[in-house]
């Protein structure tokens, strides 16, 4: 079986804020990933809102429309203090 994890954000920035709420909404996150066999993660997701403001959660990928909104999102989060962050769990695979 494989090994699922409920995700914790912690950081979070969108491609537009404005568009929160009523458009899709590329987003960056920082978020702790909390495995099903008690192991924990911390790492990065591009992910999308939808216009009503939830996650779409498309198996754990999200399409990202060009690397200019990636590095938009990436150099954000590098201002906000949080593009910084990395993981210092052993863990490092998704499995």
Avoid at 3 to 10: E, G, L, P, R, T
Wanted: proline share 2%; with cysteine; hydrophobic share 40%.
């Amino acid at each position: 079986m494989a090994n699922s994890a409920k995700v914790k954000i912690i950081n979070e920035i969108t491609s537009d804020e404005h568009a929160v709420g009523s458009h899709w909404v590329l987003c960056l996150q920082w978020c702790k990933y909390i495995y099903n066999d008690g192991a924990s993660q911390m790492g990065f997701r591009f992910i999308w809102r939808r216009p009503d403001g939830s996650l779409q959660a498309a198996r754990g990928q999200a399409r990202i429309p060009n690397l200019e909104i990636a590095n938009s999102l990436i150099e954000k989060a590098m201002k906000l203090g949080w593009g910084h962050n990395s993981s210092s769990n052993e863990k490092v695979d998704n499995t």
